[in-house]
Nanobody, 125 residues
Framework: QVQPLESGGGTVRPGEARRLSCTASGGTFKFATVAWFRQAPGKEREFVAAIEWDRGFLLYGEIVKNRFTIRRDKAKNTVYLQMIGLEPEDTALYYC??????????????????WGQGTQVTVSS
C-alpha cells in the first residue's frame, strides 16, 4: 500500500516561494495520478494540481494562477509542488493524494485512495 508522505511546509512571507515534496512511502506511484489539494480552516478542500506519473499529463486548479508548478522525479519517486508569489490566501494544509484516477477526474478528491497527513503552509508578514 502506497502512503504519500508530504514535507516542505512552513511559514513564509507574502511574495516568497516554497517547494513541497510528496514521496511514495512503502511503494511507488507507478501507474497512478498524484495530486495536491489544500484546505484552509472553515473552507472546502481545493484542487491545486495533479500529474499522471507515467505519461506526465498535468492539470492545474484555477486557484494556481500560473504561480505553482507540479513535476515528478521518477528516480526519487517524488512529486514536487513549486510555489512562487505566495499570498496570505494560500495559507492552508496541503495534502498529497494518489490513486488510479482518469484524466476527467483529476480535480475530484473523492477519486483518490491514498492521502498523506498534510503539510502546513502559512503565508504571513
Amino acid at each position: 500500500q502506497v502512503q504519500p508522505l508530504e514535507s516542505g511546509g512552513g511559514t513564509v512571507r507574502p511574495g516568497e516561494a516554497r517547494r513541497l515534496s510528496c514521496t511514495a512511502s512503502g511503494g511507488t506511484f507507478k501507474f497512478a495520478t498524484v495530486a495536491w489539494f489544500r484546505q484552509a480552516p472553515g473552507k472546502e478542500r481545493e484542487f491545486v494540481a495533479a500529474i499522471e506519473w507515467d505519461r506526465g499529463f498535468l492539470l492545474y486548479g484555477e486557484i494556481v494562477k500560473n504561480r505553482f508548478t507540479i513535476r515528478r522525479d521518477k528516480a526519487k519517486n517524488t512529486v514536487y509542488l513549486q510555489m512562487i508569489g505566495l499570498e496570505p490566501e494560500d495559507t492552508a494544509l496541503y495534502y498529497c493524494a494518489s490513486g488510479f484516477v482518469g484524466s476527467d477526474y483529476y480535480s475530484d478528491y473523492t477519486r483518490y485512495d491514498y492521502w498523506g497527513q498534510g503539510t502546513q503552509v502559512t503565508v504571513s508578514s
